[in-house]
């Protein structure tokens, strides 16, 4: 998809994010940066300090430029929030008002729901001083609030943003637990290649002493058997482990791997092939 067409798309996906009165332009551009991460694109900016667009926020932005780009800029919050459906206001301590408070999972999957049904929502984060003021949270529908250390409770607003731009990307996975990544499915190996793992293990280790008192040595076998078959080795895992166990067998400090073959270990080498030519002239 083009890059044009990719931001088209995320500007008509999700909560809008809306900032009220901004005083640093840095504080703009990480908030942009914070929205690209999770899919966010529409930002709103309700008199900002300094005059927008901003180079200092567009270099703090870290190339979500299409963000900065497409911000909306605002005189008064009611004009702000005029199309939408639903909006949310975030507050740092509590608030005498009638209305429902939510923490940030709950408040992600409703706003995942509203916008599944076709209404356009957002989100009201207040100055980087003071927050929101009673009259400016009085028009949103319900409240967020983040469960922070009481004895420190303040948050950049560029992290707040981040922590509901997750929660709304979150909302959207069909598993909690889906990540963008994930290490190879490994099966576990059959316990044939596990019994042979402990076999080589045991004998390496009577080879070198190990197993001092002798009258302790069952018990010493069952603790490792007891750890080593807790990790659920794969088939491919073993192999490595079988490697490491004949490197010791074969080599040894004073000749290393590398340093070529151990004695008895050496291979004989093949009679040299004789290359076949003109036979010689009887003349």
């Not at 300094?50 to 870290?62: D, L, Q, V």
């Not at 919050?77 to 949310?88: E, G, N, R, T």
């Amino acid at each position: 998809m083009a890059g044009t067409d990719r931001q088209r798309t995320l500007i008509a996906e999700g909560p809008a994010i809306i900032l009220v009165e901004p005083q640093l332009p840095e504080n703009i551009g990480m908030v942009a940066r914070a929205m690209a991460n999770f899919g966010l694109a529409e930002l709103r900016l309700v008199k900002p300090r300094e005059e927008f667009p901003n180079n200092k926020a567009r270099s703090a932005a870290s190339r979500a430029d299409h963000i900065i780009d497409a911000a909306q800029v605002f005189d008064d919050l009611p004009s702000a929030i005029k199309d939408l459906h639903f909006v949310y206001a975030t507050t740092a301590r509590e608030r005498d008002a009638f209305k429902q408070v939510r923490g940030p999972v709950e408040a992600g999957q409703v706003l995942r729901q509203r916008f599944n049904n076709g209404e356009k929502t957002g989100i009201l984060f207040g100055r980087e001083r003071f927050g929101l003021n009673n009259d400016e949270v009085s028009l949103a529908d319900e409240l967020v609030t983040f469960p922070v250390n009481p004895a420190f409770s303040s948050l950049n607003i560029a992290q707040a943003v981040l922590l509901m731009s997750y929660e709304w990307m979150k909302s959207g996975l069909e598993k909690h637990t889906d990540t963008a990544f994930r290490g190879p499915e490994l099966e576990p190996a059959p316990k044939e290649q596990l019994q042979g793992f402990f076999n080589h293990l045991e004998d390496a280790l009577q080879a070198r002493g190990y197993f001092r008192p002798m009258a302790r040595k069952e018990i010493m076998v069952n603790n490792l058997r007891g750890v080593l078959t807790r990790a659920g080795f794969s088939d491919s895992e073993l192999k490595l482990l079988r490697g490491v166990l004949v490197s010791l067998d074969y080599f040894s400090p004073k000749t290393p791997r590398g340093s070529g073959a151990p004695e008895g270990r050496k291979r004989e080498k093949p009679p040299a092939k004789k290359i076949s030519g003109d036979k010689p002239s009887d003349e």
